[in-house]
T-cell receptor, first 114, second 110 residues
């Protein structure tokens, strides 16, 4: 049973470009969570999605960031017009359901903005 | 909002020694998770505790949740180089998202 998959593992972008981060949840999991780990900081929640629905985006920056989890295909975290402060490790997690279900994490995407 | 504080922030121990990492919450814990992160990699799930006084073990790692459900400890017995990494405690917030402590960096000296 494959775990949570994320790609790319490393992404380099210049300021002003767009970054697209992909996450395929574990088989049978329909709940996806995105977290961000800034350099020398802890892991912070960004957004929680179920298939085709955003349930909680309280941790998402108001501008330039968006997330989706379509009926078919992986979840996408999209960052438009990246700035240097967006450089971080972005982790995706998935769970079978909600309500204190264990979240299993992917290997992360390390974004570097030049 | 709930905050988790881990202590110590970093720990260096000799191989074979025992060690304990603590996680203290500002609010009652309804689901406490322990993860391990190796540099450049994702988080590996270790254990989850829900009930006051609960204790779980996996190989040489034991985690406990105190009766008042505001503190958890992670204990490693006879540490090995493979135990090195960053240990993170996370708490369920609203049954949907996790809030994490800042992590404890563990180094094992041979």
């Amino acid at each position: 049973n494959a775990g949570v998959m994320q790609n790319p593992r490393h992404l380099v972008r210049r300021r002003g470009q767009e970054a697209r981060l992909r996450c395929s949840p574990m088989k049978g999991h329909s709940h996806v969570y995105w977290y961000r780990q800034l350099p020398e900081e802890g892991l912070k929640f960004m957004v929680y999605l179920q298939k085709e629905n955003i349930i909680d985006e309280s941790g998402m920056p108001k501008e330039r960031f968006s997330a989706e989890f379509p009926k078919e295909g992986p979840s996408i975290l999209r960052i438009q017009q990246v700035v240097r402060g967006d450089s971080a490790a972005y982790f995706c997690a998935s769970s079978h359901s909600t309500g204190h279900e264990t979240q299993y994490f992917g290997p992360g995407t390390r974004l570097l903005v030049l | 909002s709930q905050e988790l504080e881990q202590s110590p922030q970093s720990l260096i121990v000799q191989e074979g020694k025992n060690l304990t990492i603590n996680c203290t919450s500002s609010k009652t814990l309804y689901g406490l998770y322990w993860y391990k992160q190796k540099y450049g990699e994702g988080l590996i799930f270790l254990m989850m505790l829900q009930k006051g006084g609960e204790e779980k073990s996996h190989e040489k790692i034991t985690a406990k949740l105190d009766e008042k459900k505001q503190q958890s400890s992670l204990h490693i017995t006879a540490s090995q180089p493979s135990h090195a990494g960053i240990y993170l405690c996370g708490a369920s917030q609203g049954a949907q998202k996790l809030v994490f402590g800042q992590g404890t960096r563990l180094t094992i000296n041979p």
